[in-house]
């Protein structure tokens, strides 16, 4: 059987969500649901999945990450709203062609020093408190920011996607630090490298709205990637894998490859090996075998799923969502924008719920999440990792706060 792959996304627009419970669409009430969402009994409907069943698996997106300054993809200025005829590289496009490489690693060298700026922001440090709490058990993320194992390294997280910090090369599957490569990009290409000096000393490279962006002649989309319409990409060049130039590998067919550079050391196209590429699952390239069956665990692991910043449009990560409502476990959305297949999650929940058996938010996860963890230590929440011993008497306690919280 074909393992999945990363296909592009539904870029359409999505139905716009049902706020549940009603009060949950001011920040006070959303804080209050969430509350009540996180700290409830472990649902009656859960089915075994070994773990803790009253710990909590985020599941989160590039929406999670605009407050630390990045682009998005479905949000008010997400690039599928703003630039419709974005269109992402495939894999077996970056694998075939040395012109579309090129392209590739152009608008990448112009990116990529704002997203190595930036940092995480206050809803990934909020998770970091909820994680000491005891409520997170482990994140899952579509990101490749590396802004969650930044904030909280002591939670465990899978990056489904993969990660820009670094590139692995096709042939040898040897790593290579992003910061490595890209002194490598400067060298090679000293025109780029005097002109992306220039655009940091303007601020051209300082927003992410797309119409100040556009003004100044680029176009941003996310994880890194800025356009600059009729610009020579034929002209750039990119270095091979290191390892490879040293030591070429015997390919799959037991024949010896080649990997040749110019006098500069830039990548030849009649080298056989000693392509790099980003350490990220590009469209149309399969999501590794263990990291799906890790993801799973995580998802089996748990006894609730809290969806940040996604609108779960790539299968990857809508089949999780889905594997936790088929598991019974309680679903929480906070999210700006519609979600897809969201009605779903949220069938047959208990008349009168306040929140214990699903919530949906439409408010900014940066405004939420450190709001949700001050009522949290305000309300005396107490439950520690591996700490099961009073649990039952903990869920009475917490249950009995929120009603006064409430009344």
Same mark, same amino acid.
């Given at each position: 059987?074909?393992?999945?792959?990363?296909?592009?996304?539904?870029?359409?627009?999505?139905?716009?969500?049902? &706020?549940?419970?009603?009060?949950?669409? =001011? #920040?006070?009430?959303? &804080?209050?649901?969430?509350?009540? @969402?996180? =700290?409830? *009994?472990?649902?009656?409907?859960?089915?075994?999945?070994?773990?803790?069943?009253?710990?909590?698996?985020?599941?989160?997106?590039?929406? &999670?990450?605009?407050?630390?300054?990045?682009?998005?993809?479905?949000?008010?200025?997400?690039? !599928? +709203?703003?630039? +419709?005829?974005?269109?992402?590289?495939?894999?077996?496009?970056?694998?075939?062609?040395?012109?579309? +490489?090129?392209?590739?690693?152009?608008?990448?060298?112009l990116g990529w020093s704002n997203l190595h700026k930036a940092k995480p922001?206050?809803?990934? !440090?909020?998770?970091?408190?909820?994680?000491?709490?005891? &409520?997170?058990?482990?994140?899952?993320?579509?990101?490749?920011?590396?802004?969650?194992?930044?904030?909280?390294?002591?939670?465990?997280?899978?990056?489904?996607?993969? !990660?820009?910090?670094?590139?692995?090369?096709?042939?040898?599957?040897?790593?290579? *630090?992003? /910061?490595?490569?890209?002194?490598?990009?400067?060298?090679?290409?000293?025109?780029?490298?005097?002109?992306?000096?220039?655009? #940091?000393?303007?601020?051209?490279?300082?927003?992410?709205?797309?119409?100040?962006?556009?003004?100044?002649?680029?176009? =941003?989309?996310?994880?890194?990637?800025?356009?600059?319409?009729?610009?020579?990409?034929?002209?750039?060049?990119?270095?091979?894998?290191?390892?490879?130039?040293?030591?070429?590998?015997?390919?799959?067919?037991?024949?010896?490859?080649?990997?040749?550079?110019? /006098?500069?050391?830039?990548?030849?196209?009649?080298?056989?090996?000693?392509?790099?590429?980003?350490?990220?699952?590009?469209?149309?390239?399969?999501?590794?075998?263990?990291?799906?069956?890790?993801?799973?665990?995580? #998802?089996?692991?748990?006894?609730?799923?809290?969806?940040?910043?996604?609108?779960?449009?790539?299968?990857?990560?809508?089949?999780?969502?889905?594997?936790?409502?088929?598991?019974?476990?309680?679903?929480?959305?906070?999210?700006?924008?519609?979600?897809?297949?969201?009605?779903? @999650?949220?069938?047959?929940? *208990?008349?009168?719920?306040?929140?214990?058996?699903?919530?949906?938010?439409?408010? +900014?996860?940066?405004?939420?999440?450190?709001?949700?963890?001050?009522?949290?230590?305000?309300?005396?929440?107490?439950?520690?990792?591996?700490?099961?011993?009073?649990?039952?008497?903990?869920?009475? =306690?917490?249950?009995?706060? @929120?009603?006064?919280?409430?009344?």
């Amino acid at each position: 059987m074909q393992k999945p792959l990363m296909r592009i996304p539904y870029t359409g627009p999505l139905p716009p969500p049902n &706020i549940l419970p009603r009060n949950a669409n =001011t #920040i006070t009430g959303a &804080i209050a649901a969430l509350s009540r @969402f996180l =700290t409830a *009994p472990t649902s009656r409907s859960l089915q075994h999945g070994g773990g803790d069943p009253q710990s909590t698996v985020i599941l989160s997106g590039a929406g &999670i990450s605009v407050a630390s300054g990045l682009a998005d993809y479905r949000g008010a200025n997400g690039t !599928y +709203r703003v630039n +419709r005829n974005y269109r992402p590289i495939y894999y077996h496009e970056f694998l075939a062609n040395h012109e579309a +490489r090129k392209r590739y690693w152009a608008r990448s060298f112009l990116g990529w020093s704002n997203l190595h700026k930036a940092k995480p922001n206050a809803g990934h !440090y909020a998770i970091k408190s909820l994680g000491d709490m005891g &409520i997170i058990r482990s994140v899952i993320t579509q990101n490749v920011d590396s802004f969650h194992s930044i904030a909280h390294p002591d939670i465990p997280t899978l990056e489904l996607h993969g !990660y820009l910090r670094a590139l692995t090369c096709v042939t040898c599957h040897n790593d290579l *630090p992003r /910061e490595a490569f890209q002194e490598s990009l400067a060298r090679l290409n000293p025109a780029w490298a005097a002109f992306l000096a220039e655009a #940091i000393a303007s601020g051209a490279l300082d927003t992410e709205n797309p119409e100040e962006r556009r003004a100044k002649g680029m176009k =941003t989309n996310p994880d890194g990637d800025v356009d600059l319409p009729g610009a020579p990409y034929s002209t750039f060049r990119y270095p091979a894998c290191p390892h490879c130039l040293a030591n070429p590998p015997i390919s799959g067919d037991d024949t010896q490859t080649k990997v040749e550079v110019d /006098e500069e050391g830039a990548w030849k196209s009649s080298s056989t090996a000693g392509i790099l590429k980003p350490a990220v699952v590009m469209f149309g390239e399969s999501i590794a075998s263990r990291m799906k069956d890790s993801a799973e665990e995580a #998802i089996d692991g748990s006894g609730r799923l809290l969806v940040l910043g996604t609108s779960l449009a790539t299968y990857s990560a809508w089949r999780l969502a889905r594997r936790a409502r088929e598991r019974g476990m309680p679903i929480g959305i906070l999210n700006l924008g519609g979600v897809r297949g969201e009605e779903a @999650f949220f069938q047959d929940l *208990p008349m009168g719920q306040h929140g214990e058996a699903g919530v949906r938010v439409e408010l +900014r996860t940066d405004k939420v999440l450190p709001g949700l963890v001050d009522q949290l230590k305000r309300i005396g929440f107490s439950h520690q990792k591996g700490d099961n011993s009073n649990q039952a008497e903990d869920d009475r =306690t917490n249950s009995r706060a @929120f009603k006064d919280m409430l009344s």
